[in-house]
């Protein structure tokens, strides 16, 4: 679909959001607030960019990608509550990895990602 005006106007407004997001969250969680700012605007972005074309996605397809949203939400979810709680660093690298390890099997069983046979 020829829709550059489309993708300006989203662009904008993902702009606008990224430094309200970034003024908001930044003084206060620093890093974290400017990680959090960056995965807010791109995910709601994507969105944005991504409607219009909605009902020329098929079925199959939207369920994969709801699904892994979804996991992808939990493990952002699960490593947040990690860091907020402050375990030990050992701790959150591990879990970042068994993260990064539950992540890329769940895309492989979405068969989002293929994992050449060794």
Do not use: H
Request: proline share 3%.
């Amino acid at each position: 679909m020829e829709a550059q005006a489309w993708l300006l106007k989203t662009g904008v407004a993902a702009v606008a959001l990224s430094l309200a997001l970034d003024l908001l969250l930044i003084p206060r969680w620093g890093a974290i607030g400017a990680a959090i700012a960056n995965g807010v605007t791109q995910a709601s972005w994507a969105v944005a960019v991504g409607a219009p074309l909605w009902r020329r996605v098929s079925n199959t397809a939207r369920a994969a990608m709801a699904r892994s949203g979804l996991v992808a939400i939990a493990l952002g979810l699960l490593l947040a509550l990690t860091l907020r709680f402050g375990l030990p660093a050992l701790a959150v690298l591990l879990l970042g990895l068994l993260a990064a390890g539950l992540y890329v099997g769940a895309l492989a069983r979405l068969r989002l990602l293929r994992v050449p046979a060794s």
